[in-house]
């Protein structure tokens, strides 16, 4: 069973928005601080954005001030609302623990052009 599944990417204009998804199961989203990591094609995963089990966020400086991160703790979901996107987003995005301990999903695909 995958721990995390990860849904909502696309194809997006620069400048475009879109929000991401996490479904986690219970224990593991009740637990841990929950991330968003993204790589893409040829590089090494990188973190994105984190959000602590109270609720607290960073952001990765390639991010900050255009990705937003929440969690709906009752619907062990977590989200990435992302905007102005440019096309350096352009990735395959995961979720996972903070830090990673579990199996990585499938991640869902950004990709940013015109």
């Known amino acids: 069973q995958v721990p995390v599944v990860e849904s909502g990417g696309g194809l997006v204009q620069p400048g475009g928005s879109l929000r991401l998804s996490c479904a986690a199961s219970?224990?593991?989203?009740?637990?841990?601080?929950m991330g968003w990591y993204r790589q893409a094609p040829g590089k090494q995963r990188d973190f994105v954005a984190i959000?602590?089990?109270?609720?607290?966020?960073k952001y990765a400086d390639s991010v900050k001030g255009r990705f937003t991160i929440s969690r709906d703790n009752a619907k062990n979901t977590m989200y990435l609302q992302m905007n102005s996107l440019k096309p350096e987003d352009t990735a395959v995005y995961y979720c996972?623990?903070?830090?990673?301990?579990?199996?990585w999903g499938q991640g869902t695909q950004v990709t940013v052009s015109s």
């Open positions: 219970g224990r593991i989203f009740s637990w841990n601080d």
């Open positions: 996972n623990s903070v830090p990673a301990k579990y199996n």
């Open positions: 959000i602590t089990s109270g609720g607290s966020t």
